[in-house]
């Protein structure tokens, strides 16, 4: 088979990989047959890429419904930043879920609930009863409080802590959290070796971020960068090597209800079902859908609001931060109706590309530096001996059009062969 070596983009063909258990032992040439196997794949003309990592995913409810959908697409690894309905128990049944060989699933890294000022986002833009305290969402109240919940967080099986710095993201505008919590929050994490991934939805919170040293960003909507008075603080951003989640599906997905052809697709009709696609599409919906674009056109100066004015832009920013050596991770905040799970990080992939990226540097993304957002780049990201073989087998090229990476023709998690989704 032909194997993507994503961190150089480049192909390695006619070669044959050894599995055994959950792990990559060898990679030899195919003509070298001096092994027996219990389950032979052939690769013959396909291509071979790491398992894709959606780096800000909220996994709808019923879990095992969401999750099904992410493997199907390839998506063998996601991060949950906290989110309304995710608490120590739905955490502890993720995690269990991750771990099933039998009913498809992707692996799953968490972070600790958000943390957040009270009457903040995300509270206030997303209102329901489901955001408790000290469960769910966590009120920064004071310093002590700040350390003590650290410190009990730093028990658990977190990956890290969640911090929302943003004012927004619409009016009525609240205070950002103060820069000194900010700072609090990222020192006590660090002590117990717990990055921080913090939201931010303009350049003033990425300025805020980068002050207090954290680790990881988890969004680039919104920022509007000026290379010219911020170039010292990309500077300082790329020396810390802080990772950069892109979540361009926010945007996207607030034009869908005026776009229902892009919902009138093979790929997503066979997974989530047609009668239950074509629901989601109401006229609340297309009302919100046109004031969006209201707003592009008067507040952000767009002329011609549409996917590409709105996008291109900001992949142009993305491409300058790339090319300085700033670790851009592939990520999609799925949890709305129209951040559909695994399918959208392909839609993701594909906004990167229409805005102008090769495909070598988007799959890398996807892969390589997803993994090393989470840590996990010694086990995850490439296909390489000693690592996971979380692997998705495809029928096209994915290095000459990024759309290929829908051409599936095998998922690949922890070494076992994963079944896909068929409603048709």
Not at 142 to 149: A, E, M, N, P, R
Not at 271 to 280: E, F, P, Q
Not at 367 to 390: P, Q, R, S, V, Y
Request: with cysteine; charged share 25%.
């Amino acid at each position: 088979m032909n194997i993507i070596d994503v961190k150089t983009g480049t192909i390695n063909s006619k070669r044959d990989i050894i599995v055994n258990g959950n792990t990559i032992t060898s990679i030899i040439e195919h003509n070298n047959r001096n092994y027996k196997a219990e389950t032979i794949i052939d690769g013959s003309k396909k291509y071979l890429i790491p398992g894709l990592i959606d780096t800000h995913a909220h996994p709808f409810l019923p879990l095992q419904s969401s999750l099904a959908q992410f493997t199907h697409f390839g998506v063998t690894s996601i991060l949950v930043p906290g989110g309304s309905s995710f608490n120590s128990d739905t955490f502890s049944d993720l995690r269990k879920r991750s771990m099933d060989n039998i009913n498809a699933s992707p692996r799953v890294k968490h972070t600790s609930p958000i943390f957040t000022m009270r009457g903040a986002h995300p509270v206030k833009t997303y209102t329901n009863n489901k955001w408790i305290d000290g469960e769910t969402i966590i009120y920064i109240k004071d310093s002590l409080q700040i350390k003590s919940v650290i410190k009990e967080l730093s028990k658990t099986e977190i990956i890290g802590i969640k911090v929302i710095i943003e004012d927004g993201p619409a009016p009525p505008y609240v205070d950002r959290i103060p820069q000194h919590y900010l700072n609090l929050i990222v020192e006590e994490s660090r002590a117990y070796g717990l990055p921080v991934f913090a939201h931010v939805s303009d350049i003033e919170e990425v300025y805020m971020a980068e002050k207090a040293d954290v680790q990881n960003i988890m969004h680039f909507v919104g920022v509007d960068i000026d290379w010219k008075d911020d170039i010292d603080l990309i500077n300082k951003i790329i020396k810390k090597d802080i990772s950069w989640a892109t979540t361009l599906m926010i945007d996207k997905s607030f034009l869908y209800p005026l776009h229902p052809e892009w919902l009138n697709v093979t790929d997503i009709v066979k997974v989530y079902g047609k009668d239950s696609l074509n629901s989601l599409i109401t006229p609340e919906q297309i009302k919100f859908s046109k004031e969006f674009l209201n707003i592009l056109k008067i507040d952000y100066n767009i002329e011609n609001p549409n996917l590409e004015n709105l996008i291109i832009p900001q992949v142009e920013d993305l491409m300058i931060l790339y090319e300085k050596g700033c670790n851009i991770t592939i990520g999609t905040d799925n949890g709305n109706d129209f951040i559909l799970s695994g399918y959208s990080v392909h839609e993701e992939m594909q906004l990167m590309e229409l805005g102008g990226f090769k495909p070598k540097d988007i799959l890398k993304m996807a892969t390589h530096n997803g993994a090393k957002m989470l840590n996990e780049i010694d086990k995850l990201g490439t296909i390489e001996e000693g690592k996971f073989a979380d692997l998705i087998l495809l029928n096209k090229n994915p290095l000459e059009s990024i759309k290929h990476t829908l051409t599936i023709d095998k998922v690949i998690k922890n070494g076992v062969v994963q079944k896909r989704i068929d409603n048709k």
